[in-house]
DNA sequence: TAAAACGATCAATAAAAATGATCATATTAT
DNA sequence: ATAATATGATCATTTTTATTGATCGTTTTA
């Protein structure tokens, strides 16, 4: 497959004829024919029907000019990348946070990592639980920082830090608890949760199949899912559940009062949980990249 | 550009070497030079650093190989779509349809056509809210069947038919409003509903900028977001707010009682909302697509 | 009914790509 | 150290490919 030999078949579409085609890229009518020829011969297809006086596409011609629009599509995108490149600039370097990830701390170390290397421009994006490794596999970032759900060998990591993460839930609730089960201090048992519903982040968009990484859920207490740990905190402060929170996020509420940590019998209540610097193994990294990933890396 | 002087260059980058790559390819080593220079020169940048013995990228061929592989399979896929095509592969029909559709009315409709027209391969995904018309967009279906919201001028569509949307909400809300509120049958007035959330489905993956289309929103009540209606139809169930649902959803739960039907004052408690089948209006229509569309259209 | 536009075809020509030989240099192996 | 091997650039030559212009039989348009 020759890229000419495309780009006449969508001039040949696009413009209705062969002949408008050919004065359409500057080239001859017969060159045209050639390039349709050689297309239909080396798949063996139809592409136009040329029964009819106007040339009209076929079922078959299509499809392949659907696809093949966004086969040019993507030349533009090349084209384009290349001719940017020689004026100096440079890609983008794409990270990708999740959501539990944004403390202070880790914000400071990119930040000096900005100061140290002006000339880098960083796009950053944030994401939720798999959503973040998910960047790097769809190639819609070159280095993400998050949790350890998700991964698998085709992921590269290190560990950057811990978040501490803690079990909370609002007073009144925890008031409703004692009522009802018994103690009214030291650590609560699973079953005086199991009729208040669990508050997790979930990632709705992509069904995922392994549920590892899911270390952290009561057997079978009831469980909401929210998109975001905002939501979370929202839906905590109103009453609606308990719920693990990394601490940097509820720090004031937790403070105010407004939220109560708990300790749940035979539940890993507050823990420290790794925060990931992740990279795709198998990919060539970017200079940039690695001057990130170095300076990261404890 | 021409392919072979991609193929050329990722051949290079791939093998680590000119003459490798000219093997690997079954071309000449002085053919590959001639590529890779070939591009350096059109673009008029430099791909590898030749200083050392072994060739290695520059930053900006490092951004050209990842953007080169890109096309490279979007190559692959329009050639092995040739190749299908010539075995009377037909492209699957893409239909999308919005769970709000999902009425036995809409379901049989689809049924006739495939019965009627055996050899179209039927793709069918669902989606809620906006996602729907986003799957257009975004080239992952041919036609979308959903409501009006998130269209704009890029869409053409039809109205298909409408489903009967009502409001209702947990027989023991209803009983603590009345206690609350007053009149115990009737509308119910807007302040008394400010206390229970209304419950919505919404599209978390994407922040929409413009919020036309929500029109049925109380203006200052509490508000959750789920993300499809059975999510919500669990929360009516178990009685954490109110909300508006197409009614055959429920009508078995509105039948036994479990779910009231509520009617609100100055808000359009129950209503008919359109459905309409969509596709974008500038993108040419394969056979198969213009047999669906002419089927449904009523 | 005449004129214009269409696509297919073909021999001739122009352009481009691939080739093989050769060179200077860098890396290994001995 | 030294010989052997491997690397990429270069160039004249050959081969392949693309393009052209002319022409033919149609179909559409005026």
New binding site residues.
Partial sequence: M?L??VR?FIA?VET???????TAI?????????????LEEQYDILL?D?D????TLTAAGHSFFQQSKKLLSQVQQLESLGHNLSHGVDMPLRICLSQMTLTSNCMQKIKQFTQLHPHISLDITTGHMHGVQETLLKDQSDIAIGPRYGLDDRHAFTELMTVNMVTVIHPDLLEELNTIGGKSSGKIKQQQLYPIPQILVSNPSRSNKNNDGYQHLLATGKRWFVSDFNAKKTLLLNGFGWARMPRHIIKENLDSGELIAIDIEQFASTSEMPVLMIRLRNQTRSHQANLFWDFMKP
Avoid: E, L
């Fill in positions: 020759k000419d030999q006449a040949v209705g004829s062969f002949r408008s085609a050919a500057h080239k001859t009518q017969p060159s045209i024919s050639a390039s349709i020829k050689s136009f040329r009819s006086y106007r040339p």
